[in-house]
Nanobody, 126 residues
């Protein structure tokens, strides 16, 4: 059974940093494309970043480029989202998601991903 469990969310002041983790089970992160998404109250879920199964390519939403970094530890079967220079508009529930396709470029559309974690809340105060 494919499972994704996020952790690392919390309350942080603007300008601060957080590192989110997403522990995968039931599959190898090296076989799946994985993405990070977020959903703020009253807004649609949006793609933040993704990584291909090979780990050779990542993508970022324009709003987080230069501030967020997607990484993974294949040995721990875990992916991470390092978030620096956080802004109040980054406040949202953050989700990791996965789908089993090996692509040269990953996608940021939530509709591509059938497997989802339960989410972790990130709150950035002014």
């Amino acid at each position: 059974e494919v499972q994704l469990v996020e952790s690392g969310g919390g309350l942080v002041q603007a300008g601060g940093s957080l590192r989110l983790s997403c522990a995968a089970s039931g599959f190898a992160v090296s076989d799946y494309t994985i993405g990070w998404f977020r959903q703020a109250p009253g807004k649609e879920r949006e793609g933040v970043s993704c990584i291909t199964s090979s780990g050779g390519s990542t993508r970022y939403a324009e709003s987080v480029k230069g501030r967020f970094t997607f990484s993974r530890d294949v040995a721990k079967n875990t992916v991470y989202l390092q978030m620096n220079s956080l802004k109040p508009e980054d406040t949202a529930v953050y989700y990791c998601a996965a789908f089993r396709l090996r692509l040269a470029i990953c996608g940021l559309s939530p509709q591509l991903y059938p497997y989802w974690g339960q989410g972790t809340q990130v709150t950035v105060s002014p």
